[in-house]
């Protein structure tokens, strides 16, 4: 039996319609605003992972032998929390901005996230701009 190829060469083309419409992630019945800051972070991480996969759509970061994978995650949680919790990005937006940052294969950082946040605020996100250009 033959392998279908996916026509989709950039993860971003296959990325989870959660992330690109709504404010925040859905988490069914669950108060998040009753949660602590450290599980709202992991709820997060959690969700993400989950729709997003970016051991499979992001290899190149995200290996199991990447021995900078456990900072890579400690960032992400870290950034949630002051972009997110202590900030006033809508988790929407701090999953875009990840995803962009890490498509590109730029480290993530709190330099990093800010830059690409202007440019998801200008609607100018790698993503962004594909779908605009797919729309035209």
């Known amino acids: 039996m033959a392998r279908k190829k996916s026509s989709a060469k950039k993860p971003a083309a296959r990325r989870n319609p959660l992330f690109i419409q709504g404010d925040s992630l859905q988490f069914g019945d669950v108060e998040v605003m009753a949660l602590s ?5 992991d709820l997060f991480m959690s969700k993400w992972l989950e729709n997003v996969s970016p051991f499979t759509t992001l290899p190149r970061i995200f290996r199991h032998d990447n021995p900078s994978l456990p900072q890579t995650m400690h ?4 950034l949630y929390r002051t972009l997110v919790i202590e900030g006033d990005w809508p988790e929407r937006k701090y999953a875009q901005v990840i995803n962009a ?3 590109e294969g730029i480290t993530l950082s709190q330099f990093s996230a800010e830059k690409y946040g202007k440019l998801h605020d200008k609607n100018e996100l790698p993503a962004q701009v594909r779908a605009r250009r797919k729309k035209s």
Request: proline fraction near 0%; aromatic fraction near 8%.
């Open 37 to 41: 800051d450290e599980q709202k972070q």
């Open 75 to 78: 960032t992400i949680k870290v």
């Open 101 to 103: 940052v890490f498509e």
